[in-house]
T-cell receptor, first 114, second 114 residues
Framework: AQSVTQLGSHVSVSEGALVLLRCNYS??????LFWYVQYPNQGLQLLLK??????LVKGINGFEAEFKKSETSFHLTKPSAHMSDAAEYFC????????????FGKGTRLSVIA | KAGVTQTPRYLIKTRGQQVTLSCSPI?????VSWYQQTPGQGLQFLFE???????NKGNFPGRFSGRQFSNSRSEMNVSTLELGDSALYLC?????????????FGQGTRLTVV
């Protein structure tokens, strides 16, 4: 079965600094990987997804992630943090075959300091 | 195109009662998945309905049930509520079975059991 580990339940960065949120996955077959963002009392919004095409994936709001098979990682980055990026971020994995649901990591809360 | 609509947004129920939550998917989508989000357990898959049939089920007790109507709207029901059922319940809509690479989430229903 597939699983996701997000390193760091809380990350704090200064406004304008690099954002790096870590995600490692475990899957017996090639996975599809996602990053979602959740603002307080809201649902999940898809930031970006990897579906076996380009390994560097660009998403909304200036975020991007790189799929590294050798490291089983899918870390999320943004060159310059903005106050509006403060939210909870979730990494998720699924397999297109086999009708498998999304499996989420525990989430990383990002704080941005002015 | 309207997004995924969940009603109600907030609910307060007493232990032992039952509750029904509703989810209207994006027009044309036939798959609805339900997830429970709690601070301790994170996001956990409850079940998925596709074309009025339950296609997949997570590891939850039988008190949690659901159904899907011919217009793809879905309801989930929790009977004999327990304090631990307090959570944000999210539904996700997709045009394909299993959700695959295109799950769209609603804003959730916040259930509080007292």
């Amino acid at each position: 079965a597939q699983s996701v580990t997000q390193l760091g339940s809380h990350v704090s960065v200064s406004e304008g600094a690099l954002v790096l949120l870590r995600c490692n996955y475990s899957s017996s077959v090639p996975p599809y990987l996602f990053w979602y963002v959740q603002y307080p009392n809201q649902g999940l919004q898809l930031l970006l997804k990897y579906t076996s095409a380009a390994t560097l994936v660009k998403g909304i709001n200036g975020f991007e992630a790189e799929f590294k098979k050798s490291e089983t990682s899918f870390h999320l980055t943004k060159p310059s943090a903005h106050m509006s990026d403060a939210a909870e971020y979730f990494c998720a994995v699924t397999l297109l075959e086999g009708n498998t649901p999304l499996v989420f990591g525990k989430g990383t809360r990002l704080s941005v300091i002015a | 195109k309207a997004g995924v609509t969940q009603t109600p947004r907030y609910l307060i129920k007493t232990r032992g009662q039952q509750v029904t939550l509703s989810c209207s998917p994006i027009s044309g989508h036939r798959s609805v998945s339900w997830y429970q989000q709690t601070p301790g357990q994170g996001l956990q898959f409850l079940f998925e309905y596709f074309s009025e049939t339950q296609r997949n089920k997570g590891n939850f007790p039988g008190r949690f049930s659901g159904r899907q109507f011919s217009n793809s709207r879905s309801e989930m029901n929790v009977s004999t509520l327990e304090l631990g059922d307090s959570a944000l319940y999210l539904c996700a809509s997709s045009s394909i079975q299993g959700g695959g690479t295109e799950a769209f989430f609603g804003q959730g229903t916040r259930l509080t059991v007292v």
